[in-house]
């Protein structure tokens, strides 16, 4: 079965090309505009992922992105545009490209955020990973908190899933970024933001956070509560 990817731009150019490109790739696509109740039509048939434009005129729909079920999704932003950008990931996209972009740079990473979305990410190997009351089924992609399931997009589950495999080891951003996103190089402040919805969602206390903590000068450790007694 064919995936159907969303694509979300007011600018028609721009979507006939990104549709093209994905099309060729195997894709069924859709193409909506930047209106927030536009959108909210197209996603009560959920896509398999969305590739949303991010300019002040999408804002409503970053927000509407928001209000989504989980599925993957890819931001374009441009180059100056960082606090879009941030806001994006903050709702919970899982990448970006930044115009002016490749069409078949963007097809490889829709290849590849799809390909952790069906769980073939590599985190480390199978299995359930457990510290006190958190559980991750690495098998099944999911996570449970006192035994209530927590919502995690694929980069969080990720994330989380090799820090937990690496218990105590100091990892700087750029390695999480190669390590986690696969990226050579990139916005540092992907790590930061997916870190911060991390804490929000695994920790007792994200401005105290004893789970995923910060390494002053280095980057992130995750340190087991069971170590912690």
């Given at each position: 079965?064919?995936?159907?990817?969303?694509?979300?731009d007011?600018?028609?150019?721009?979507?006939?090309?990104?549709?093209?490109?994905?099309?060729?790739?195997g894709?069924?696509v859709?193409?909506?505009?930047?209106?927030?109740?536009?959108?909210?039509?197209?996603?009560?048939?959920?896509p398999?992922?969305?590739?949303?434009?991010?300019?002040?005129?999408?804002?409503?729909?970053?927000?509407?992105?928001?209000e989504?079920?989980?599925?993957?999704?890819?931001?374009?932003?441009?180059?100056?545009?960082?606090?879009?950008?941030?806001?994006?990931?903050e709702?919970?996209?899982?990448?970006?490209?930044?115009?002016?972009?490749?069409p078949?740079?963007?097809a490889?990473?829709v290849?590849?955020?799809?390909?952790?979305?069906?769980?073939?990410?590599?985190?480390?190997g199978?299995?359930?990973?457990?510290?006190?009351?958190?559980v991750?089924?690495?098998?099944?992609r999911?996570?449970?908190?006192?035994?209530?399931?927590?919502?995690?997009?694929?980069?969080?589950?990720?994330?989380?899933a090799?820090?937990?495999?690496?218990?105590?080891?100091?990892?700087?951003?750029?390695?999480?970024?190669?390590?986690?996103?696969?990226?050579?190089?990139?916005?540092?402040?992907?790590?930061?933001?997916?870190?911060?919805?991390?804490?929000?969602?695994?920790?007792?206390?994200?401005?105290?956070?004893?789970?995923?903590?910060?390494?002053?000068?280095?980057?992130?450790?995750?340190?087991?509560l069971?170590?912690?007694?």
């Amino acid at each position: 079965m064919k995936t159907r990817i969303l694509v979300v731009d007011g600018d028609p150019a721009v979507s006939e090309v990104v549709a093209r490109y994905l099309e060729r790739d195997g894709h069924d696509v859709e193409c909506v505009g930047d209106g927030a109740e536009e959108l909210r039509r197209a996603l009560t048939r959920p896509p398999d992922l969305m590739v949303l434009d991010v300019t002040p005129a999408g804002l409503d729909a970053l927000r509407v992105c928001g209000e989504r079920p989980p599925v993957p999704v890819i931001m374009l932003t441009s180059l100056g545009e960082e606090i879009d950008r941030v806001a994006g990931l903050e709702t919970g996209a899982d990448d970006y490209v930044v115009k002016p972009f490749s069409p078949r740079e963007l097809a490889l990473r829709v290849r590849s955020v799809l390909d952790r979305a069906r769980g073939g990410a590599v985190v480390g190997g199978t299995g359930v990973l457990r510290d006190a009351d958190l559980v991750v089924d690495v098998d099944a992609r999911e996570v449970r908190l006192g035994g209530v399931e927590v919502m995690l997009t694929g980069r969080e589950f990720d994330l989380l899933a090799y820090l937990m495999r690496n218990p105590g080891q100091a990892f700087g951003r750029a390695a999480l970024l190669h390590q986690v996103w696969g990226w050579s190089f990139g916005d540092s402040s992907t790590v930061t933001v997916h870190v911060r919805r991390l804490r929000e969602k695994v920790e007792a206390d994200p401005a105290q956070p004893r789970r995923i903590v910060t390494v002053w000068g280095v980057g992130y450790r995750y340190q087991p509560l069971e170590d912690a007694g």
